[in-house]
């Protein structure tokens, strides 16, 4: 119940914004944190991992390992090519990664708007899901429908209920020591619901808007470390789920 009463408080917010903002769309991904330089770069690709626009940014690695692809859901009014430099990493490594696109930007909008990509990709017979703040707290929600997701991993977030605790799924949480925008009292108080022995790493030094390239975010906390090594520290926590679960 607690978790559905938090989706139709943020459905109710996502609604207001529509109502308010002027122009609909187009209003919210002007507001939206845009890529900057290094998301950018990774967008390119390079020898090893092919990327592929359109409904979902795609990074598709040249030699797979095994079976197993990650499914990442963006944080609130962030543009998803903004969390392209740690989905190439974790490609680099032969994992295909896949960014959805959210109307507006909201993942909330359609939290299980990854299974459209889980039909896509029949070949592939595990999933990690997870993603960034808001993105993060709406991929249990895929988790539950969706029985070939075996694990998830949170980045400055967590679930709204204990709806996966009875599941079999890994888990891994990541946040900055420095993050100024998420509630840290609840991304580690959210272990308590996590099935099995969840993998809970602070990085040091780290902020929230550090999982992503697209600048400060308002509200945040200057980081101590650049948003590079945060990606990189964040890109070796789902890399160690997926070894785990492979």
């Known amino acids: 119940m ?10 109710g917010i996502a609604a207001a914004l529509l109502f308010l903002l002027p122009a609909g769309g187009i209003a919210v991904n002007h507001m939206s944190y845009q890529p900057e330089a290094a998301a950018q770069q990774a967008l ?12 979902t940014i795609a990074f598709e690695p040249e030699k797979r390992i095994g079976e197993m692809g990650v499914i990442f859901y963006p944080g609130a009014f962030v543009a998803p090519e903004a969390y392209a430099p740690l989905a190439l990493e ?4 032969g994992y295909p990664v896949y960014i959805v696109r959210m109307p507006m930007n909201l993942a909330v909008l359609s939290p299980e708007r990854g299974s459209e990509i889980m039909a896509l990709h029949p070949e592939i017979e595990s999933w990690i899901v997870g993603g960034h703040s808001l993105g993060g707290a709406m991929a249990p929600e895929l988790a539950e429908a969706q029985t070939k997701v075996k694990g998830i991993f949170f980045l400055a977030a967590y679930p709204g209920d204990d709806g996966i605790r009875d599941t079999e799924v890994q888990v891994v949480s990541l946040w900055g020591s420095d993050d100024g925008a998420a509630d840290l009292d609840k991304v580690k108080a959210a272990e308590a619901v996590y099935p099995g022995a969840a993998v809970m790493t602070e990085i040091e030094g780290g902020n929230h808007a550090g999982f992503g390239d697209y600048g400060a ?12 090594e945060q990606m990189h520290q964040a890109a070796a926590g789902i890399l160690g789920l997926l ?4």
Do not use: C, F, M, Y
């Open 2 to 11: 607690k978790h559905k009463k938090l989706k139709q408080t943020l459905v």
């Open 44 to 55: 390119k690709g390079n020898s090893r991992v092919v990327v592929k626009g359109g409904g």
């Open 90 to 93: 974790i490609a680099e490594q």
């Open 217 to 228: 975010q308002k509200g945040d906390n200057p980081a101590d470390i650049s948003n590079t």
């Open 243 to 246: 070894e785990k679960i492979r």
